[in-house]
């Protein structure tokens, strides 16, 4: 369906934090995007220390107000950039990507219907990329000053224990066959071969929850995903 005609430009909604004029417009971007109840939310933000428009934060959340047609100001980020934004358990949470303040750690928001929480107490965590809730129990995957680490919490956020995981940092998680993976990078094809089998394993590995905790995928041994419905091999197979 071609909706072209449907477009309407909405605004700008950080235009009156991130000024014209200044390379600080980049901080603008909206990296992401999340419906919650009434409202749209909208990240932004620059967590790079270089320019254009580096370390950006802190800053406002704005949503737009699907009633009203209007943005609105929200919880003030106290991070340098929002990157993703989540549903989790019926709340909006937002990982906090780099943290503005000098100790290391992490913050992450979230919003309750109507009230907004703010958490500061994942320790080591200079970054909080990734969030998720799995059996019963809600996971960050984390930067830290002394490599990567996934940090889990029994009890929705109150307390955390680190796991960690050698060098640089965990990115994301990916739910795939009831199974839990947090992966740090994945490399291309020119990455496999211009890096060393050591590089590799340092920067590039995915790790699986089993028992209680993650153990790395052994790079030889692929996993294979039998009952997916994708019938696409490369889809099906996580190696390196």
């Known amino acids: ?4 005609n449907n477009i309407k430009d909405l605004g700008t909604p950080y235009e009156s934090i991130y000024k014209n004029g200044t390379e600080d417009v980049f901080s603008r971007n909206v990296w992401d995007m999340q419906k919650y109840k009434d409202k749209i939310y909208l990240s932004a933000g620059n967590a790079s220390n270089s320019s254009p428009s580096a370390n950006s934060g802190p800053f406002p959340l704005i949503s737009f107000n699907t009633k009203t047609n209007q943005f609105e100001e929200e919880i003030i ?5 929002i990157d993703t934004l989540k549903i989790i358990n019926d709340k909006l949470f937002i990982p906090g990507y780099d943290t503005v303040h000098k100790e ?3 913050n992450f928001y979230y919003k309750d219907l109507n009230s907004w929480f703010k958490q500061k107490n994942i320790p080591e965590a200079i970054h ?3 969030m998720i809730y799995y059996k019963n129990t809600l996971f960050a ?3 830290t000053p002394n490599g990567a680490a996934i940090a889990k919490s029994n009890d929705f956020g109150k307390n955390w224990e680190l796991e960690y995981f050698g060098e640089d940092r965990f990115y994301s998680f990916l739910v795939a066959n009831d199974n839990l993976f947090a992966l740090k990078k994945y490399p291309s094809k020119k990455d496999f071969e211009q890096m060393s089998k ?4 340092n920067f590039f590995y995915i790790t699986i929850y089993k028992n209680g905790s993650f153990k790395e995928i052994n790079s030889t041994n692929p996993i294979f ?3 997916a419905d994708i019938k696409d091999n490369q889809t ?5």
């Open 225 to 227: 995903f039998k009952d």
């Open 128 to 130: 909080v990329f990734d």
């Open 77 to 81: 980020i106290e991070d340098e950039q």
């Open 198 to 201: 050591e590089e590799l394993d």
């Open 104 to 106: 290391s750690i992490g």
């Open 141 to 143: 995957a984390i930067g």
């Open 236 to 240: 099906l197979i996580i190696k390196r």
């Open 1 to 4: 369906m071609d909706v072209t």
